[in-house]
């Protein structure tokens, strides 16, 4: 028996904007409904409908059953019964879910007591024992710290405590990974399999990211503009698309099993809720669209066990068998000149030599102290060759976005040595520096907050022109709009008037102005949307090899890298633990850390997904300030565990350097143990052998 | 590029357009009209002593025979420039003086700051009272200057920390990595962003000028009699508001026109300014 039933459900923003138009489905005991779809497809305003939290004046209509019972237009004093005790939700961001003034044991118990009748003493001895559920170590003292104690893969993990506090029947889960890093959305995940196997809950687990659902959904519902367009079980989803958007999305997503070659983007920008185009709200942006297809929006039918597509040429689909990439128009990227000399014959862009940043941890309001040192970046090493990407990479904390800053800022390191286009920095003068930033540019993460919101489009991309005393503004401003894909005349338009994708090409046409040769990419395509990204990465790889660039590419995702980046360096807690060309750290990772990153990545492919040897990792990353002695990866590392008390000695006393493995002639890893193990594709059976 | 967009949303603006034609409509009525009436300001009719409005007097007379429409307009014109030049330096030299100590800190942010908190504590009033008299033989623009420099310092502190957050903003470290100085990154990135602020300062400090200036006048600094400012003409006239209203409501109207149409040109270059607004 289905435990929720949502039907026709249709939510109406103040102002006649429609956010969901007609979303159904059902969730059984004990299965987990994945929810897919972009930036403002109206996932979460369905979940928040069901929980009944939107705001007053949005009108919601359909049925919303639980148990049978109709939650759409139940009085407040009747649903918050029902809210918290038989369905409960996770949110994306766990620091704002939590009160910071009371202590997460309170706030678990607080949930346990509102809807059972215990005592203190008992609610409190309960919120313990979910937390130690959730995996907290030592959860009786961990009650009573404050939320901002803890890190944020303990807040999730205790977000999910208080969700089964009362074993509810459903969880809603909102994007609860997304804020994470990946070994830690490792450990979370596992966590919320155990809590459902714990509770025998139903899940809908809502996301954009289609290896988050390969691994833990039975089945998958993709939304667009508002409403499901595709629903089946997840192996028909990903195997058997039949609908182009479905299809669309899993042919842009990168792998970091996938192969090499141009990503496959869907065109365009999805619909504003304000203004759907007639018909299928697809059309605009699908490659199969015929005539018909702006007539009439085409309704969910079923099609085959268990299956509902919404596309009128579904059959057509199924019978010859297409997919994303035979749809979509796989867009052909030249290839370089420049990687056609042998890179030890190529100059070196950029050369970064045991560089040092350490910050001081200070103390005190009037008289300030130094109380100790953060080491942000304690002596890395990497260089850059021309027409060449390298891939910094490594979770938050690790050190990346400081090790770029400082590359940006030109000034002297504090140890170490940063040469770019072979000038030292500690020995450069002002004239020269400013010289420089004319061949180093930057792309940086959020589109937004990277664009001056009160400049027109046209004063962004001509600043760095003026700045170094171009002529001729305009006319280069045109070219450049037309280089990264937009159209001239949006030059007189304002940042917010554009798409995040389109925000980021304005974003790496004001990087190109001024024909650099290196170009720093801080994570240029994380806050976009899947579909979107796939466009920013072509676009990306395209000019790297138009324009004979090289890249130095911070990011976390490393499916993005392996797609993007010839060379990659994975930092750890301010060090570099591996680096090496990309096919050798990906396929033979050796560091044990490489590894559990690898492992920890969910592969958009349930068949993988699901025989998937996974290599979790303990506990958080320890603060740069206080960082471990000798090999600083030993206190999670995995083989660190495995090693003899002699060899364990070795990692405490002795910090490893990086040693070139003999096996590639680009490949070397910080480890006294390493060995290459292949882990992406590891499953079950392997491990026997 | 920006200015020229600025100055197009300006110009489609319902607002601003109504706003600036109200305030040349003011500057002409304010500079013409004494042309146009039959007195002088300085003449005085002693046939008529507070006679309410008529054909002969449009607006009526004061208490010693002054033409009112003739004394109002002459006053106005004072208080126009004394306005708009207040509200223009205070309000630039807040700007300035918050955004540079804001974006620099350290010693620049503490001299400044320092400087900001002494003007505070000082009292203004009394300082303006020592030094006017020195300025009595000169220039009443020192007197606009005076006003301007008392008038400045809370409207850049509030300034300061709005650029303490600007100057984390990622638009702004891209602009230092393109090699623009410093400086050009306050005017171009910096105060651009806070022109909503600045905007509603500057025109809240066009009538509060006009009224500041009519208390000094009364205790003997600034504009002295005879001449005549809108601010002693409202001073004086609302202790006869109910009994001979003209006297109150002709001064007291045209600063309501006035602040009005400031006000409207106001929101009119915010909304030109600010991308968000669809008018």
């Known amino acids: ?689 | 590029m920006r200015s020229k967009v600025v100055l197009r949303r300006l110009f489609r603006n319902n607002q601003a357009r109504y706003g600036f034609v109200a305030l040349v409509a003011l500057v002409l009525v304010a500079y013409v009209g004494p042309y146009i009436g039959k007195y002088d300001w300085t003449e005085k009719d002693f046939m008529a002593f507070l006679s309410a409005p008529s054909a002969d007097h449009w607006w009526g007379t004061t208490s010693i025979g002054q033409d009112l429409y003739a004394v109002t307009l002459r006053g106005m014109q004072k208080s126009i420039l004394i306005g708009l030049m207040v509200a223009l330096i205070s309000t630039g030299l807040a700007a300035i003086v918050g955004a540079f100590a804001g974006y620099f800190g350290g010693w620049v942010d503490r001299v400044l700051m320092w400087g900001v908190e002494l003007l505070l504590v000082l009292p203004s009033f009394l300082l303006i009272a020592i030094i006017s008299p020195r300025l009595k033989s000169g220039n009443w623009l020192w007197f606009v200057v005076l006003l301007a420099a008392f008038s400045w310092m809370i409207t850049s502190r509030v300034v300061r920390s709005m650029t303490m957050s600007l100057r984390e903003r990622e638009y702004v470290q891209a602009a230092l990595y393109m090699g623009i100085p410093r400086w050009k990154i306050i005017f171009r990135h910096i105060v651009p962003n806070m022109s909503s602020l600045l905007i509603i300062d500057a025109t809240l400090n066009v009538s509060s000028a006009i009224i500041g200036e009519a208390a000094l006048s009364f205790f003997g600094f600034g504009i002295q009699p005879p001449d005549v400012s809108l601010g002693t003409l409202i001073a004086t006239g609302s202790d006869n508001a109910t009994g001979y209203p003209w006297l109150f409501v002709f001064p007291a109207g045209l600063l309501v026109l006035l602040v009005l149409s400031v006000n409207l040109i106001g929101d009119g270059l915010r909304d030109a300014l600010d991308p968000g607004s669809n008018s």
């Open chain 1, 1 to 689: 028996m289905s435990i929720l039933e949502v039907k026709d459900l249709t939510v109406t923003f103040p102002g006649g904007v429609q956010a969901v138009r007609g979303v159904s489905y059902e969730v059984e005991r004990g299965e987990v409904l994945g929810i897919v779809g972009e930036s403002g497809s109206g996932k979460s305003v369905t979940s928040l409908a069901i929980m009944g939290l939107l705001q007053q004046n949005s009108v919601v209509s359909g049925s919303v059953k639980l148990h049978g019972q109709e939650l759409i237009g139940m009085k407040e004093d009747e649903l918050v019964k029902v809210r918290g005790k038989s369905i409960s939700m996770i949110f994306q961001d766990p620091l704002s879910a939590f009160t910071p003034v009371y202590t997460i044991g309170d706030q678990i118990a607080e949930a346990v007591r509102i809807h059972q009748k215990v005592n203190k003493d008992k609610a409190a001895k309960r919120a313990v024992e979910l937390l130690d559920l959730v995996g907290i170590p030592h959860p009786d003292v961990r009650a009573k710290a404050f939320p901002h104690e803890f890190s944020g893969g303990m807040r999730q993990r205790a977000m999910i405590a208080m969700a089964i506090a009362n074993d509810p029947d459903l969880l809603i889960c909102d994007e609860p990974t997304t804020a994470l890093d990946v070994t830690i959305q490792a450990q979370v995940l596992e966590v919320l399999k155990t809590a459902q196997q714990e509770t025998g809950a139903g899940i809908v687990m809502i996301t954009h990211d289609l290896g988050v659902i390969a691994g833990m959904a039975d089945r998958v519902l993709v939304m667009y503009a508002g409403k499901p367009v595709e629903q089946g079980s997840v192996d028909d989803i990903y195997y058997r698309p039949r609908m182009p958007y479905t299809m669309g999305l899993l042919a842009s997503i990168p792998r970091i099993d996938g192969e090499e070659g141009a990503l496959v983007p869907i065109e365009g920008n999805p619909p504003s809720p304000a203004s759907l185009p007639p018909g299928c709200p697809f059309a605009p942006r699908c490659p199969m669209k015929v005539d018909m297809c702006d007539e009439q929006e085409p309704p969910l039918v079923p099609s085959g066990a268990g299956r509902h597509v919404a596309c009128i040429r579904a059959q057509e689909i199924e019978h010859k068998g297409l997919t994303g990439a035979d749809v979509f128009p796989v867009p052909v990227i030249p290839p370089s000149d420049v990687v056609r000399v042998p890179r030890a014959e190529r100059p070196t862009v950029l050369e970064l030599d045991s560089m040092i940043r350490h910050y001081p941890l200070m103390k005190g309001a009037v008289f300030k102290r130094r109380v100790g040192t953060v080491h942000a970046v304690d002596g890395i090493s990497f260089d850059i060759a021309e027409g060449e990407t390298l891939a910094l990479v490594g979770e938050s904390g690790c050190g990346k976005t400081t090790t770029l800053q400082q590359i940006m800022q030109l000034a002297p390191p504090q140890g170490g040595r940063v040469v770019v286009l072979g000038k030292d920095s500690s020995t450069m003068d002002a004239a020269t520096r400013k010289a420089l930033r004319k061949d180093l540019q930057i792309v940086f993460q959020d589109p937004m907050a990277a664009l001056d919101p009160r400049m027109p489009v046209g004063d962004i991309i001509a600043e760095p022109l003026r700045a170094h005393g171009r002529k001729d503004v305009e006319a280069r401003v045109a070219e450049l709009l037309e280089l990264v894909g937009l159209a001239p005349e949006y030059a007189e338009r304002y940042p917010q008037q554009f798409s995040g994708g389109q925000r980021q090409r304005i974003g790496i046409a004001r990087a190109l102005a001024l024909e650099p040769k290196l170009i720093v990419l801080d994570e240029p395509v994380s806050a976009l949307d899947v579909s979107i990204q796939a466009g920013v990465i072509n676009l990306l790889e395209e000019l790297k090899n138009t324009l004979g660039l090289s890249y130095l590419f911070v990011a976390h995702d490393l499916a993005v890298v392996r797609h993007l980046a010839d060379r990659v360096a994975v930092m750890y807690l301010g060090k570099i633990a591996e680096i090496g060309t990309v096919q050798s750290v990906y396929d033979h990772p050796a560091h044990p850390y490489t590894q559990a990153l690898l492992s920890a990545i969910p592969l958009p492919d349930p068949e993988l997904e699901r025989n998937r040897k996974r290599i979790l990792l303990e506990g958080d990353l320890p603060s740069p300030a206080d960082p471990p002695s000798g090999c600083r990866f030993r206190t999670r590392c995995p083989k660190f565990a495995r090693l003899s008390a002699d060899e364990q000695r070795r990692c405490v006393d002795e910090e490893p350097s990086i040693a070139r493995l003999a096996s590639a002639v680009d490949h070397g890893a910080a480890c006294h143990y390493a060995e290459e193990v292949e882990v992406i594709t590891a499953s079950d059976d392997q491990e026997e052998k």
